[in-house]
């Protein structure tokens, strides 16, 4: 439902998504070494599309695990993204990121709110080589050969996360 260019879900009104910069891999000629300009939402385009001339798919990747993060955060992942490397973040529980507007995930979702979570944060890895293919997200996403974490759902942390799918 619409009301006024907003979504609205469940009473709660939300701006319209959009999903503009995926495919910048594909629009973009790689050939050309004279960029002026990016076209692209700030914080949803690769950090690498600032210094490089190539774009390619692990920039697609990257806004992917943007837009994962945004979904299960409820709001722009920015500030956790720029501060992903603190130790202080690290530490955070996933709980505690997670959008506080809709109830916790139920033991039936949390593997896959999880999957959700380990998957983002590989796609938006700083190097984008260390960044799975689509593909491999893909798979992911069907296969039956999830990585889990073997602890309460409460007490998962950030770097948890992070640090699986390498």
Request: a negative charge.
């Amino acid at each position: 439902m619409e009301n006024g260019g907003r979504a609205v879900i469940t009473g709660i009104s939300l701006p319209r998504a959009g999903l503009v910069d995926f495919g910048t891999a594909r629009i973009l000629k790689s050939d050309l070494s004279n960029w002026s300009t990016l076209a692209g939402t700030f914080g949803y385009a690769a950090p690498e599309l600032s210094y490089m001339t190539r774009a390619n798919e692990k920039c697609d990747v990257y806004s992917f695990g943007i837009v994962i993060l945004e979904v299960i955060m409820g709001t722009h992942p920015g500030d956790l993204v720029s501060s992903l490397s603190s130790s202080d973040v690290q530490q955070m529980l996933f709980s505690d990121v997670l959008d506080q507007r809709i109830s916790p995930p139920t033991a039936y979702m949390v593997k896959e709110v999880t999957l959700l979570a380990i998957i983002a944060f590989s796609c938006i890895r700083v190097e984008p080589q260390a960044r799975p293919t689509m593909q491999r997200i893909s798979h992911l996403f069907i296969s039956d050969n999830i990585p889990t974490i073997h602890e309460p759902f409460n007490s998962i942390k950030l770097c948890q996360l992070v640090e699986l799918l390498t």
